[in-house]
């Protein structure tokens, strides 16, 4: 009570009360860094006390909006009820009016003890929402915003993404990653059926550690997080995910377990070495295989001619780490390559017109092509 009847305090006080009709909310909240352990209306209400003052039935400065917060947390409560969530944070958004009264009260009465409406708004609310909830307040990467949009007078939900972590093998061609124009199915689709048909969600994205060519078989395994946009559904079995994504003998998936947004950025950031496994037919007999071994080491390559058209023409240097050969049947090899991220590895069979150098044609001395590529293994760990 004491440092309430300091005289500065009071002057301060008396200032706010000054400018006509302002509730203890609001008086409170002038002085907010004046005592601990005290709502903004408690602190109100003291200096009323002290200064013999009654609450007045209008607010100039909120309009009675803290009165009508119970009335906002019910309808918080009735648009949560068919969303399955566990956390959440409560955010507000002022209107136009609210802020110039504000900031008017500010300029006749100083912010030097004072705390944005805002903040208390959204704290006082909060509170009420969790004591009819019952569920766990959240500041960070909360599974649900609930947002009081005071310029249209109405609770919204912002429901946050649901991230599923997983790796995936790619068993059929033909198929790509993700939306692709005049590919009506996708390694994406194929996970997503099972996943929204459990999570009820508004959309989804599949964010993976690089992706195959669309005729390549990925019968290594690579990481992913699939993202469910707005799930109203959280509780999900992620174990019968996987038997019915496997069920399309298509995509297979294991080690799905929940995830979050920082672990997008890990996948999609980490660069793992790849080994191929190509079937290549050549158009005479090589003379000498063991020339292969000499692609070891960095190759020089531009932008594929097939892909000029949507990516930027860029000279790169790429590295081969180990390859392997040997022959199937007739002018048919099958050569195993293992080569850093980014490596393209059809234009190191065919040269690319000279776009790849060196390449399996030039060394050999005569023209290749590729019969079937499949990725056959994905080194994460450096293994």
């Known amino acids: 009570m004491k440092e309430f009847e300091n005289p500065r305090v009071l002057r301060i006080a008396k200032r ?59 309808e918080a409560d009735d648009k949560l009820k068919p969303v ?16 110039r009264r504000e900031e008017d009260l500010w300029e006749q009465a100083g912010i030097e003890f004072c705390e944005p409406l805002k903040s208390e708004l959204n704290r006082e609310l909060g509170k009420l929402i969790e004591k009819r909830i019952r569920k766990e307040f959240q500041a960070q990467n909360p599974d649900i915003n609930i947002l009081l949009n005071l310029e249209k007078g109405r609770i919204e939900l912002r429901i946050n993404s649901l991230f599923i972590y997983g790796e ?19 390694v994406e689709d194929i996970i997503a059926k099972p996943v929204m048909e459990k999570t009820l969600g508004s959309g989804h994205s599949l964010h993976g550690a690089g992706r195959e060519d669309i005729s390549a078989r990925c019968l ?3 990481p992913f997080v699939f993202e469910v ?10 174990k019968g995910i996987e038997k019915a994504v496997s069920k399309t003998r298509k ?26 496994r190509l079937l290549v ?41 180990e390859i392997k050969f040997k022959k199937t049947k007739g002018l048919v090899y099958e050569i195993t390559v293992r080569g850093e991220a980014g490596l393209y590895v059809k234009e190191l069979v065919t040269g690319d017109q000279g776009r790849t150098k060196p390449s399996i044609s030039q060394m050999l001395k005569t023209p290749a092509e590729v019969l079937e590529l499949d990725v056959i293994r994905i080194h994460i760990k450096g293994d």
């Open 16 to 74: 706010v009360l000054k400018q006509g009709h302002i509730c203890s909310n609001c008086l409170g909240r002038q002085l907010a860094q004046i005592s601990t352990g005290l709502t903004n209306r408690k602190r109100g209400q003291t200096i009323r006390r002290i200064l013999c003052l009654k609450e007045p039935k209008t607010c100039r400065i909120c309009k009675g909006l803290f009165k009508n917060l119970n009335r906002y947390a019910r």
């Open 84 to 99: 399955q969530f566990r956390t959440f944070l409560v955010g507000s958004k002022l209107s136009k009016e609210l802020i």
């Open 168 to 186: 995936y093998q790619k068993l059929v061609r033909g198929i790509p990653q993700t939306k692709w124009e005049h590919y009506p199915e996708t």
């Open 220 to 222: 290594g395994w690579r």
């Open 229 to 238: 946009k707005e799930p109203r559904k959280r509780r999900i079995i992620l």
């Open 251 to 276: 995509v297979r998936v294991r080690n799905l377990r929940f995830s979050s947004k920082k672990e997008v950025i890990r996948v999609k950031s980490i660069r793992p070495d790849k080994t191929y």
């Open 281 to 321: 037919k050549f158009k005479k007999a090589p003379k000498n295989m063991k020339n292969l071994e000499k692609l070891v080491g960095i190759i020089n390559q531009k932008t594929p001619s097939r892909v000029l058209h949507r990516r930027a023409d860029l000279p790169r240097k790429r590295r081969v780490k």
